[in-house]
T-cell receptor
Framework: DGGITQSPKYLFRKEGQNVTLSCEQN?????MYWYRQDPGQGLRLIYY???????QKGDIAEGYSVSREKKESFPLTVTSAQKNPTAFYLC?????????????FGPGTRLTVL | GESVGLHLPTLSVQEGDNSIINCAYS??????FIWYKQESGKGPQFIID?????DKRQGQRVTVLLNKTVKHLSLQIAATQPGDSAVYFCAEKAGTALIFGKGTTLSVSS
């Protein structure tokens, strides 16, 4: 059963704590993406990775960090430097060089910082 | 910066009606557009796409229209069903990245 998974679905953290969101895919996709979605807003790109051990900042990378040690995994760390971390976080993947019509999204993680 | 926006944040229709969801874009260099459906608490799902060299594309019960003159994109859903209730948003590709619109919430009542 191929797909892209994110865990956990809901995450609560205290202000000032770092938190890591998981994203795993077994689609053999090279490219992976992290987006942030706020109520009534469009998705905004945080980071993306086209290949293992390489990643690029998106439009709103400040306060976030990522790693891409394995093709299947692209974890996102929300650091204490992120001023407004409460949001819905979406991970996506696609074949490198493939069209966005072949980009698959995970189910998302809703992060609430108390 | 450039942005993609939708004209209405909400749209309510009766089951069986046709729905039209609109999107305005501002980057005339955008060459590719996508419509997504996002159900509550889930990730977006691809619905249909269109390239800038086309003005219409049809899928199953959905049609996308592109008017480059006024930078306008629309999604038409025929015979709307309760299962179509979701947030719909468009995205444009200018360069290598996608820029997403804010979304229209479609509510379908029986």
């Amino acid at each position: 059963d191929g797909g892209i998974t994110q865990s956990p679905k809901y995450l609560f953290r205290k202000e000032g704590q770092n938190v890591t969101l998981s994203c795993e895919q077994n689609l053999n996709h090279d490219a992976m993406y992290w987006y942030r979605q706020d109520p009534g807003q469009g998705l905004r790109l945080i980071y993306y990775s086209q290949i293992v051990n390489d990643f690029q900042k998106g439009d709103i990378a400040e306060g976030y960090s990522v790693s891409r040690e394995k093709k299947e995994s692209f974890p996102l760390t929300v650091t204490s430097a992120q001023k407004n971390p409460t949001a819905f976080y979406l991970c996506a993947s696609k074949v490198a060089g493939g069209g966005y019509n072949e980009q698959f999204f995970g189910p998302g993680t809703r992060l609430t910082v108390l | 910066g450039e942005s993609v926006g939708l004209h209405l944040p909400t749209l309510s229709v009766q089951e069986g009606d046709n729905s039209i969801i609109n999107c305005a874009y501002s980057n005339s260099a955008s060459d590719y557009f996508i419509w997504y459906k996002q159900e509550s608490g889930k990730g977006p799902q691809f619905i249909i796409d269109i390239r800038s060299n086309m003005d219409k594309r049809q899928g199953q019960r959905v049609t996308v229209l592109l008017n480059k003159t006024v930078k306008h994109l629309s999604l038409q859903i025929a015979a709307t069903q309760p299962g179509d209730s979701a947030v719909y948003f468009c995205a444009e590709k200018a360069g290598t990245a996608l820029i997403f619109g804010k979304g229209t919430t479609l509510s379908v009542s029986s």
